[in-house]
Every structure is written in structure tokens, then in C-alpha cells.
């Protein structure tokens, strides 16, 4: 998986992916029952040196297409970079991820997203940065296991 934050580069990935446990992986998409309701999703994440990247697809059947998320649905943490969490947040955010391919178990496509950073977090407000600043191009994720 690869993309750019801002302009800086992000690249991670995993030596064979598909041995990586399905309840503690480092790159993998799983389905999973939404906390709090009898829904399922997929959850496609990445944990790397400069951070996390969290992406739920709000579906119980994963397939080709395009899934986006915008902040009226609501806050949605996606990233932490360099120890700064970023959330579709602000009113223009939104994070698109597209499956262009879904064969035998794997997932591969693209994604991009504008995101607000989270300044400070606290109960029962949190304090957001400058809405929409941060901005992810040239993302691309390939051959990524799904666990069911």
C-alpha cells in the first residue's frame, strides 16, 4: 500500500501477506460486526511505522466499486501520521476508496481523501485543526487479504 500525505510519501507492506493471523495482522481487510448494531462491514487496515490507516467499508458484501465516506455521516478516523490523528471531519472531507479488483480473496484499487487533523481530543469535545488541510493523493493498495 502507498499514498502521499501532503506530498510525503507513505509505502508500506507485508512478506506474505496471507500468513498474517486474521485477529492481529499489519496489512489485511476483515469483515466484522459494527460495534453497537448487527451489521456487518469490512475494515481495511494498515499499521506502519508512521502510523495507522483505518478505512470501513459499510457493507456486508464486499465487491468492485467505489466507497466513499463524507462527514455527513459523521467523524470517521482514517489516519495517524507522525503521531497526529486525521478524520473526515469538516464539512468538504470525504476519504474514497475504490476496489478495482476482487479476485480469489484479495482486494486491489485506489483511494484519495481530504481529512482534518485532530489537535486535541478530549470528553466530550474534541479540538480539530485547520478543516480539510490534509490531503491524500497516489493512494493505491494491492493484493490485500480479506479474513472473513
Same mark, same amino acid.
Given at each position: 500500500?502507498?499514498?502521499?500525505?501532503?506530498?510525503? #510519501? =507513505?509505502?508500506?507492506?507485508?512478506? /506474505?501477506?496471507?500468513?498474517?493471523?486474521?485477529? +492481529?495482522?499489519?496489512?489485511?481487510? +476483515?469483515?466484522?460486526?459494527?460495534?453497537?448494531?448487527?451489521?456487518? =462491514?469490512?475494515?481495511?487496515?494498515? %499499521?506502519?511505522?508512521?502510523?495507522?490507516? #483505518?478505512?470501513?467499508?459499510?457493507?456486508?458484501? %464486499?465487491?468492485v466499486g467505489n466507497y466513499i465516506y463524507t462527514s455527513t455521516y459523521g467523524d470517521m478516523f =482514517?489516519?495517524? @501520521?507522525n503521531n497526529t490523528d486525521e478524520f473526515v471531519h469538516a464539512p468538504k472531507d470525504s476519504i474514497s476508496f475504490n476496489v478495482t479488483s476482487y479476485t480469489k480473496g484479495h482486494?486491489?484499487?485506489?483511494?484519495?481523501?481530504?481529512?482534518?487533523?485532530?489537535?486535541? #481530543?478530549?470528553?466530550?469535545?474534541?479540538? @480539530?485543526?485547520?478543516?480539510?488541510?490534509? %490531503?491524500?493523493?497516489?493512494?493505491?493498495?494491492? /493484493?490485500?487479504?480479506?479474513? @472473513?
Amino acid at each position: 500500500m502507498s499514498y502521499a500525505i501532503n506530498g510525503n #510519501a =507513505v509505502s508500506a507492506s507485508v512478506n /506474505d501477506p496471507d500468513s498474517q493471523s486474521p485477529t +492481529s495482522y499489519q496489512l489485511g481487510c +476483515s469483515k466484522t460486526l459494527y460495534p453497537g448494531t448487527n451489521s456487518t =462491514v469490512y475494515s481495511l487496515d494498515l %499499521l506502519s511505522t508512521t502510523g495507522e490507516l #483505518a478505512f470501513t467499508f459499510f457493507t456486508d458484501s %464486499l465487491k468492485v466499486g467505489n466507497y466513499i465516506y463524507t462527514s455527513t455521516y459523521g467523524d470517521m478516523f =482514517v489516519l495517524s @501520521y507522525n503521531n497526529t490523528d486525521e478524520f473526515v471531519h469538516a464539512p468538504k472531507d470525504s476519504i474514497s476508496f475504490n476496489v478495482t479488483s476482487y479476485t480469489k480473496g484479495h482486494i486491489s484499487g485506489d483511494f484519495s481523501g481530504r481529512l482534518t487533523p485532530m489537535v486535541t #481530543a478530549g470528553y466530550p469535545t474534541n479540538t @480539530y485543526g485547520v478543516s480539510g488541510s490534509v %490531503l491524500i493523493t497516489k493512494g493505491v493498495f494491492k /493484493d490485500i487479504p480479506v479474513f @472473513y
